[in-house]
Each structure stands twice: as structure tokens, then as C-alpha cells.
């Protein structure tokens, strides 16, 4: 069963930028997408963005484009989250998520890592 890692988050001050990265544990694992999404607790989950492992196009939540960024390292099986101009209402636990190709939905899911933004 492949793990999904996530590390680098943390407490950083409104304006600032934090980079996310999710390792997978299977240097072999090849997954048709992957994702990243946050969870306030007592809210619903909420996508983030996602890049197509291959070809490495992305999309992204539109309130999300323009401030955050998701790459890939192919080689090392990782997949990172740099975010820009970070805000307040951006306080959330964010996860990591691959998608495989069989798969019609997200099937497999990091422990996520907290990430606050003070004002």
C-alpha cells in the first residue's frame, strides 16, 4: 500500500509563502493524478489544485490561481505545493491526494499538515 507523506507546514504571518511537499512511498508509484486539498475542521474538504502526473498540466480552485503552485518530481515521486501571499482564511489542514488510473476518484490520501496563517 503506497503512503502519502505530507511536510512543510507551519505558522507564517498574512503575505507570507509556504511550500508544501508530499512524498509518495513507492519510489515506483505512478499515479494518474495527484492533488492537494484542505480541511477546516467542521467544514467540508476543499480542492485545492491537481497536476496530471505525465504531462504535468495543472488545474486549480479558482480562488487558489495566481497565489499557489503544484509541481512534480517525477524522479522522486514527490509533488509539491508552493504558496504565495498567503492569507488568513487560507488556515487549514492541506492533503495530499493520488489518483490512480483506475481509479474514478482520489484513492489515496496523506495525514495532511496543518498550515496557519496569522494576521
Known amino acids: 500500500q503506497v503512503q502519502l507523506v505530507e511536510s512543510g507546514g507551519g505558522l507564517v504571518q498574512a503575505g507570507g509563502s509556504l511550500r508544501l511537499s508530499c512524498a509518495a512511498s513507492d519510489r515506483t508509484f505512478s499515479p494518474y493524478r495527484m492533488g492537494w486539498f484542505r480541511q477546516v475542521p467542521g467544514k467540508d474538504r476543499e480542492f485545492v489544485g491537481s497536476?496530471?502526473?505525465?504531462?504535468?498540466?495543472?488545474i486549480y480552485a479558482d480562488s487558489m490561481k495566481g497565489r499557489f503552485t503544484i509541481s512534480r518530481d517525477n524522479a522522486k515521486n514527490t509533488v509539491s505545493l508552493q504558496m504565495n501571499s498567503l492569507q488568513p482564511e487560507d488556515t487549514a489542514i492541506y492533503y495530499c491526494a493520488a489518483r490512480t488510473e483506475v481509479a474514478s476518484n482520489y484513492n489515496y490520501w496523506g495525514r495532511g499538515t496543518q498550515v496557519t496563517v496569522s494576521s
Open positions: 497536476i496530471h502526473w505525465s504531462s504535468g498540466s495543472t
